[in-house]
């Protein structure tokens, strides 16, 4: 069986050398280039590639993206010499344009610490047919689905960090597709959006959701319930009154309701956005801010809009372990939004010290695979059961 390779792409040949020695003793084959542009030249592919940042001519940066370009699939190893922020940038560049970054290194490296990261590095053997994902159906199957009522909910529960009570559910969408079997969001709600479609689709959500907010209302389950608003169901104008009435056919009081708003959906139709998020607010609705941190200018929504609540994105949740600037970030938003009277939600949330450090920081709620998946409703209701001895009184 043949050896994994590993490339070096160092224009320094006494530290490729080095590399190179290490790799071999580890189990590598090895390749050596001392030049970016003969490396760009030759590239075909590779298990394992050690690339140094800076390197004249053509630099590191310039190889990350020929190698995105390229669709390689090695593990990355980034070298530099710069100070630690300039690797950290260039690693989250190159995680950010789909590459798998096994890890980075800042020079001088000791002997140890480059065989430790070698000898860590799992390998799998490359297939030709490892790419089977599935495309976006055509927009006339979503539009036969709206009316065939494929479309079904699943529910994911917000757990509150201090006293571990169920706190909330929020509703996420799923298309069981006739040939394809369960699909994701991310497969319809773009086609949604771009077809027109998606304002009939929140209205099934809503309904929906609604519906088994009462369900489990009557079988002894109080739960507030969030739904995910897209920006184009944010500039009907009538929107507070159609949910007030909808709530109101169905016994339910808005406070029951979060409703999720993405910042880049607030970016659109800034006037008639602000104008039903405050009604909406002024009902009684909860307000959530989706996905803070990734959208552009955050800061200033939190200043313009009446938001009762802020979801961390699991970008920085999930760094948070390992990523000390992520953590800061985490911590300053929770510090925020506390000034700002808002509950701070915590997404993504996949291991026990993350849970921990979050607790520690004083976050109130988090979602994420450490507490559930998100489950289809009758799950969602036994989950509940058998956890709701932690639920404080209503
Ligand atoms: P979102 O609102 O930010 O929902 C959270 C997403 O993170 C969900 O993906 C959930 O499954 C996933 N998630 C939760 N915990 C973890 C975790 O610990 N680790 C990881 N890796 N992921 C976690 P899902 O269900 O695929 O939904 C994706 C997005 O689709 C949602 O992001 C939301 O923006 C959108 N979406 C879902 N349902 C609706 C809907 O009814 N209407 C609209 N407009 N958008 C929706
Ligand atoms: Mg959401
Ligand atoms: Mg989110």
């Given at each position: 069986?043949?050896?994994?390779?590993?490339?070096?792409?160092?224009?320094?040949?006494?530290?490729?050398?080095?590399?190179?020695?290490?790799?071999?003793?580890?189990?590598?084959?090895?390749?050596?280039?001392?030049?970016?542009?003969?490396?760009?030249?030759?590239?075909?592919?590779?298990?394992?590639?050690?690339?140094?940042?800076?390197?004249?001519?053509?630099?590191?940066?310039?190889?990350?993206?020929?190698?995105?370009?390229?669709?390689?699939?090695?593990?990355?190893?980034?070298?530099?010499?710069?100070?630690?922020?300039?690797?950290?940038?260039?690693?989250?560049?190159?995680?950010?344009?789909?590459?798998?970054?096994?890890?980075?290194?800042?020079?001088?490296?000791?002997?140890?610490?480059?065989?430790?990261?070698?000898?860590?590095?799992?390998?799998?053997?490359?297939?030709?047919?490892?790419?089977?994902?599935?495309?976006?159906?055509?927009v006339?199957?979503l539009?036969?689905?709206l009316?065939?009522?494929?479309l079904?909910l699943?529910?994911?529960?917000?757990?509150?960090?201090?006293?571990?009570?169920?706190?909330?559910?929020e509703a996420l969408v799923?298309w069981?597709?006739?040939?394809?079997?369960?699909?994701s969001p991310d497969l319809f709600i773009p086609t949604a959006e771009q077809h027109g479609l998606i304002n009939d689709l929140t209205w099934v959500v809503l309904e929906q959701a609604?519906?088994?907010?009462?369900?489990?209302?009557?079988?002894?389950?109080?739960?507030?319930?969030a739904v995910n608003m897209s920006a184009s169901t944010l500039k009907e104008l009538?929107l507070p009154?159609k949910i007030?009435?909808?709530?109101?056919?169905?016994?339910?009081?808005?406070?029951?309701i979060i409703l999720e708003v993405t910042e880049t959906a607030l970016m659109q139709e800034l006037?008639t956005s602000?104008?039903i998020l405050?009604?909406l607010?002024?009902?009684?609705f909860?307000l959530s801010i989706d996905d803070?941190?990734t959208g552009?200018?955050?800061?200033?929504q939190?200043?313009?809009v009446?938001?009762?609540?802020?979801k961390?994105?699991?970008?920085?949740?999930?760094?948070?372990?390992?990523?000390?600037?992520?953590?800061?970030?985490?911590?300053?938003?929770?510090?925020?939004?506390?000034?700002?009277?808002?509950?701070?939600?915590?997404?993504?949330?996949?291991?026990?010290?993350?849970?921990?450090?979050?607790?520690?920081?004083?976050?109130?709620?988090?979602?994420?695979?450490?507490?559930?998946?998100?489950?289809?409703?009758?799950?969602?209701?036994?989950?509940?059961?058998?956890?709701?001895?932690?639920?404080?009184?209503?």
């Open positions: 069986m043949s050896l994994p390779l590993l490339i070096v792409v160092d224009d320094e040949p006494d530290l490729a050398g080095f590399v190179c020695t290490v790799a071999e003793q580890v189990g590598f084959d090895i390749e050596q280039f001392n030049s970016a542009a003969l490396f760009k030249d030759q590239y075909t592919s590779a298990d394992v590639i050690v690339l140094d940042l800076m390197m004249p001519g053509v630099d590191g940066v310039e190889v990350i993206r020929f190698l995105a370009g390229s669709g390689c699939d090695a593990q990355l190893i980034l070298v530099s010499g710069f100070d630690p922020a300039v690797l950290h940038s260039a690693q989250k560049l190159a995680i950010e344009q789909g590459l798998n970054v096994a890890g980075s290194l800042s020079k001088p490296f000791r002997y140890d610490d480059l065989h430790q990261l070698l000898s860590g590095l799992s390998i799998t053997p490359k297939s030709p047919s490892r790419r089977t994902s599935i495309e976006s159906p055509p006339d199957e539009r036969e689905a009316v065939n009522s494929e079904l699943y529910y994911q529960p917000k757990v509150g960090l201090n006293g571990c009570f169920i706190a909330a559910f799923r069981q597709h006739p040939a394809h079997g369960l699909l609604i519906m088994q907010c009462c369900s489990w209302r009557d079988q002894g389950l109080t739960v507030q319930i009538d009154e007030g009435g909808l709530l109101e056919r169905h016994g339910l009081e808005p406070s029951q006037i602000l104008d405050t009604r607010r002024m009902k009684g909860h803070f941190g552009y200018s955050s800061l200033v939190l200043h313009r009446p938001f009762s609540e802020i961390v994105d699991r970008s920085f949740v999930m760094a948070m372990d390992h990523d000390p600037e992520a953590a800061a970030i985490v911590e300053t938003v929770i510090l925020l939004g506390h000034k700002l009277n808002m509950k701070i939600v915590a997404e993504g949330v996949e291991t026990d010290s993350c849970r921990e450090t979050l607790a520690r920081l004083g976050c109130d709620q988090a979602q994420g695979y450490l507490f559930a998946r998100p489950m289809p409703a009758d799950e969602a209701f036994q989950w509940f059961s058998q956890h709701k001895t932690a639920n404080p009184p209503p």
